[in-house]
């Protein structure tokens, strides 16, 4: 049963990071490189989240093997054995000596080697706008030459340090500042993560917060979206001006070329256009350099505009369904009713999913039930919380986790063990891992969801969950007292083997590893009160805050787009209703003037014929149930409604 734990683990995870990768990047259109590492790290890391709680499980087992050892010491080897076994239950979940080891070895190693040299020099590969992917190698070795020039900085003055003590010694302390630093970022990040997690889902529960939530972020969106239109525009400027310059004989046409390929269908056809108006202009020649920096550019505004596209259609999407639900809950019918029909109706909305229950789900439940997990994530942030400040104190043990821990494995109840695990950490990591997929660094990070975010931004978020995981792991085992330097246990967690621990050197385990998580309590408070978010509003980063006066302005200007915006689709629809109708009436009056100018052919016809031959039209013009019959006069209005 172990194996087979253990492979579904690994399988189910594996879809789980395939599955987020198809939702923020694009399978078929992003380097297959870029693709193959971030999934890798993204697997890498949720990896071992999921293995952890076996992990511990396990650690408990032989924990009780080794205890239940040492009081039937004085026993035969064969007898010791069986004794210890018949003491302590095997869990279902156990996973065989020598499996683990090799296991996490393989998983740590593999991402730190993705977060301190792959993925910083794919990033470099990804972005570079050379032409060659010999010339992107040589443009991303030139970038990372400082990057790893600090690496071997802090590589030589470890090194000097451990030459005063021991150099079996160089490797753990290379874990631990690594560890180190994860755990710096690791406060950080849970601290928001903690707060706004729960505060979220209470607030989705009052309508009107998302709405005007929603306005306000499209008032953003809107001029971001003109900005990256306008980038664009003076991009593919530039690109006309090359494309006219440089011949078809010319040995950089073929670099011209390729930057074409990346440019817009309408810019492509206008520029080739211009280009046959425009022979006998003559124009600067570009250099090659010239070319590698246009082409980066081009492919940066091209990306920057297809997401705001894409953002811009989401938000009017959301906009319209929460406007829908104001709409809808005054309804006496109990039916959800959409401003405009959905482009696709799947199975589950025909037959599930109906009008109906979503009336009620949108309408009745949805309030209580976002309200119900704001309130049990409150709870678990406050149970963290105390846990983090609280972990160090071994007698007694203050620490919720720890004390969760110890209760089932007194009673060596390994499922509860193992579901107290999983629920802990994975909760921290939601926490942590959200504030990842949330966070935005100008337009140099920021994921995207509907296959949109860019290279840069992926391979980004790999670093980061490869450097936070590893600490997030090791904070987790301090919470629960695995950790054998406070517990001081017999047997340790393999993870926590592999990787070592902060409590080789004597600062770092006495002072930064005990107190820098009490951090986490300031970074809730500064959160709570949106500390963060009024900074950034100070140096023009609008972030919506309720109480805010300029957020209530862009609120404003938010719901004057949107409606607009709603009031071009509603004409756009009439337009397109119209043309139906006319087509409608054009193919019956053909009809109709067809058989009356044929009386002496179809007089001696049956009733039937007539009204089939007078029906095909209206079938063909695709108005569903529309049957016209000889002697109706119905208005456009009619039809519409």
Known sequence: MSGAALAIVVVVVFFLALYLLQRYGDLWKQQRLVLLGTLLSWYLCFLIVFILPLDVSTTIYKQCVDDSSNRTGSVAGVRHITHSEAVCVEPWSYIPDGVLPVFWRVVYWTSQFLTWLLLPFMQSYAQSGAFSMVGKIKTALIENAIYYGTYLLIFISLLIYVSA????????????????????????????????????????????????????????????????????????????????????????????????????????????????????????????????????????????????????????????????????????????????????????????????????????????????????????????????????????????????????????????????????????????????????????????????????????????????????????????????????????????????????????????????????????????????????????????IADDELASDLVDEGRELIRRERRRRQRAEEGQNRRWVGQFYTSNNFSHNFVRGQDNLFSTLPHWFYWFVLSVPALVSGLEGAVWSPGSHWEDENWLH
């Open 165 to 544: 003590h021991s150099l079996a010694e160089l490797l753990t302390i290379g874990i631990t500042a690594a560890n180190t630093w994860g755990l710096f970022l690791l406060v950080l990040l849970l601290g928001y993560g903690l707060v706004e997690i729960p505060r979220s889902y209470w607030l989705s529960s009052s309508h009107v917060y998302l709405l005007s939530k929603t306005y306000f972020k499209a008032a953003k969106m809107a001029t971001e979206k003109a900005a990256a239109e306008e980038n664009l525009a003076d991009v593919m400027d530039e690109v006309a001006d090359v494309h006219a310059s440089v011949r078809y004989n010319h040995f950089l046409r073929k670099c011209v070329d390729t930057i074409l390929t990346k440019c817009p269908i309408e810019y492509q056809e206008e520029m080739g256009r211009n280009v046959e108006s425009s022979h006998g202009e003559q124009n600067v020649l570009p250099t090659k350099r010239s070319l590698f920096n246009l082409h980066k550019k081009v492919i940066s505004a091209v990306q920057r505009h297809r997401q705001t596209q894409v953002q811009w259609l989401i938000l009017l999407e959301e906009a319209f369904h929460l406007e829908d639900v104001a709409k809808s809950k005054s309804s006496p019918l109990r039916r959800f009713t959409r401003s405009f029909p959905l482009a696709h109706h799947g199975w589950i909305r025909r037959f599930i999913y109906t009008p109906t229950v979503e009336w009620y789900w949108e309408c009745v439940f949805r309030q209580g039930f976002c309200r119900l997990l704001a309130v049990v994530l409150c709870l678990l942030s406050a149970a963290v919380v105390w846990s983090e400040c609280t972990f160090f104190s071994t007698h007694p043990v203050l620490s919720l986790f720890a004390v969760f821990i110890q209760m089932a494995e007194k009673h060596y109840n390994y499922v509860c063990i193992e579901m107290a695990s999983f629920v802990i950490i994975l909760f921290m990591c939601i926490c942590v891992y959200s504030t990842v997929f949330r966070i935005r660094v100008f337009n140099y990070y920021n994921l995207v969801p509907h296959h949109q975010t860019d290279a840069y931004s992926l391979q980004f978020s790999g670093m980061l969950f490869c450097r936070l995981t590893p600490p997030l792991c090791l904070n987790f085992l301090g919470l629960i007292h695995m950790d054998s330097a406070p517990l001081s246990r017999n047997t340790e967690c393999t993870k926590k083997h592999i990787m070592g621990s902060m409590h080789l050197l004597s600062f770092i385990s006495d002072g930064f590893y005990i107190y820098y998580p009490m951090l986490v309590l300031l970074l809730c408070f500064a959160t709570f009160y949106n500390l963060g978010s009024r900074c950034l509003n100070l140096l023009g980063l609008y972030q919506y």
